[in-house]
T-cell receptor, first 115, second 112 residues
Framework: GAVVSQHPSRVICKSGTSVKIECRSL??????MFWYRQFPKQSLMLMAT?????????EQGVEKDKFLINHASLTLSTLTVTSAHPEDSSFYIC???????????FGSGTRLTVV | GDSVTQMEGPVTLSEEAFLTINCTYT??????LFWYVQYPGEGLQLLLK?????DKGSNKGFEATYRKETTSFHLEKGSVQVSDSAVYFC???????????FGSGTRLLVRP
């Protein structure tokens, strides 16, 4: 079946630094990728949607300059948290979908801790 | 707007008990409905789905039937196992949209 690899699974960074999270579709071409943020014991909040080769579409309230999303190829999307602060600490999950298919495959998530 | 409402958890059951997690939705059209499961520290896995009214999705002993008349998609399992302990998310997606709209999630804890 479709597999999405997300890494790192855990990252700890210092406040003010930037962190990049990668999301790769291993056996299919992901025309659309989604990035979610999940707070403890809460549901997933969609942050942005990216289509290969075009700019990401951000949900209302999500800072574009803080959460940089790049979808440069059909198998790779990255989320960069710039100038991270402790309030950015969260669980980030990507999901990917292929054109013409129905479901989305989720990555295993990245636990970001900013200290 | 479109939304999904799930029963609040946590739901605590003994092994081999019957499970029901309620899910209702509000949508302007006819969405596809999904159940996802999230194990501790992991991403989401698709558990089952139904794309039209009266469809029954099933997987790993779990079932859910798309009920248009009650706008519901309740998740059931006849006999739960400790390994079913996880958070379960109900979600919908409109045909006209690529977005998944999630419910708040229901934590299930199965005790031996």
């Amino acid at each position: 079946g479709a597999v999405v690899s997300q890494h790192p699974s855990r990252v700890i960074c210092k406040s003010g630094t930037s962190v990049k999270i990668e999301c790769r579709s291993l056996d299919f071409q992901a025309t659309t990728m989604f990035w979610y943020r999940q707070f403890p014991k809460q549901s997933l909040m969609l942050m942005a949607t990216s289509n290969e080769g075009s700019k990401a579409t951000y949900e209302q309230g999500v800072e574009k300059d803080k959460f940089l999303i790049n979808h440069a190829s059909l198998t790779l999307s990255t989320l960069t948290v710039t100038s991270a602060h402790p309030e950015d600490s969260s669980f980030y999950i990507c999901s990917a979908g292929a054109s013409g298919t129905y479901g989305y495959t989720f990555g295993s998530g990245t636990r970001l801790t900013v200290v | 707007g479109d939304s999904v409402t799930q029963m609040e958890g946590p739901v605590t059951l003994s092994e081999e008990a019957f499970l029901t997690i309620n899910c209702t939705y509000t949508a302007t059209g006819y969405p596809s409905l999904f159940w996802y499961v999230q194990y501790p520290g992991e991403g989401l896995q698709l558990l089952l789905k139904a794309t039209k009214a009266d469809d029954k999705g099933s997987n790993k002993g779990f079932e859910a039937t798309y009920r248009k008349e009650t706008t519901s998609f309740h998740l059931e399992k006849g006999s739960v196992q400790v390994s079913d302990s996880a958070v379960y998310f109900c979600a919908l997606r409109m045909d006209s949209s690529y977005k998944l709209i999630f419910g708040s999630g229901t934590r299930l804890l199965v005790r031996p």
